[in-house]
């Protein structure tokens, strides 16, 4: 008798996820133990000083007023139209690019990264991110028949390994035409590193040599933590302006952290370029691929945002409260990065962030060291990340250490 009725292709697929194996762990210490002897910096949420999930409560007041018909309906399947408009305003702020920027709704920065994949890379083909990555990257490119290669991040000088980045990028171009990279910046998941405008000077005069050698490239940048990267955020976007139309640029815009609505599911991916036709076919193909995918998105998570931009009163309070998520999430990582310092304990150059980062060639044995002291973080392929959104500033103190004692015990300090 058969065991598998899936497809060559789908078989052996399983989603096997670190951090919600993690996250049961912690859960299920917290109702033997009690919610004060347990660290859990395992989810990507903000948590307040009591461990409870944040909503941002303007976000919260409008989201409710909305009326059910503007909830439930149906959305026009590219976005609602002022969403559009406005999720580019909300993205860029004062810097927006110069160039043609054309928007389509998403199931949040995923769906953005899907259609990437899905529509500007040919089947077969590899996508170029960091070493550091978020795990979707990797299962978003599998499950579309392409696969996931690797940059170093970080050089020996702490800064972006340029030469890394474009040693990988060339191997591609000998054999792709189509080329895509995908780049987590600012306050990068996992690490916290934003990119330099320096940075972007230099990825882009390399890219300008691939396009000479007829290469196209496409960058998705993905901003979903740019909320909580703190003032200056945004000046790098102007760096995006008068690129050459073999050079799209996709922002993908999200809502989830933004906004504090995750599961809300949406986002844009916002298309630039020096070329109008190109604009108008990234509209057209990505369009199609919405509908071809999961049809329309949640009209009231975009109506929400569209309230709460086009009133000055709204905008103004809900800026001040993601501005007081952000101090509280920087006041936290401060803790850490000055007692990691103390106690010799490497990590990951942090700016801003949801995460930090510590360096680690086994990074599974040293989370289960720290979940015997009730210390639950998320053992990723490069280290262990540290989730700063989710804990509480009194539990930041003693966590560098704790995390040393671990590395020592294991072996690897
Ligand atoms: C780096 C990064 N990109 C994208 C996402 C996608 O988030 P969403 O699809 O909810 O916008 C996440 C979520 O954790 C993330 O960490």
Redesign the pocket.
Known sequence: MTESMAAPQARGKKYKDAIFGASNAAQADIQANGKDKVVNGTA?VIQDETGTLVCLPTVEKTYRALPMTEIIAYAPVAGLPAFLKDAQECCFGDYRPEGYTVAVATT???GAIHHIIHNYTCPGDEVLTADWY?SAYQMLCADAGRSLRTFRLIGEDGGFDHEDFQRQLSAMADRQEQLAVVL?TPAH?PTGYSLTDEDWDRIFDFLKTLVARGRKITVLV?V?YIDYAGPGARAFFRKFSGLPPEILIVTAF?M?KSFTM?GVRV?AMIGLSSSEAVAREFAEVNTYTNRATWSNNSRGGMACLVRIWEDPALRRQYQAEQEQYYQLIQERAAIFVKEAKEAGLPMLPYQSGFFLSIPSPDAGKVCALLQKKHIYLVPLRAGVRVAVCAIPKAKMHGLAGAIRDAMVEAGQL
């Open positions: 990507g949040g920065g995923t978020w987590n998941n993905d979903s999200s989830s995750y986002g």
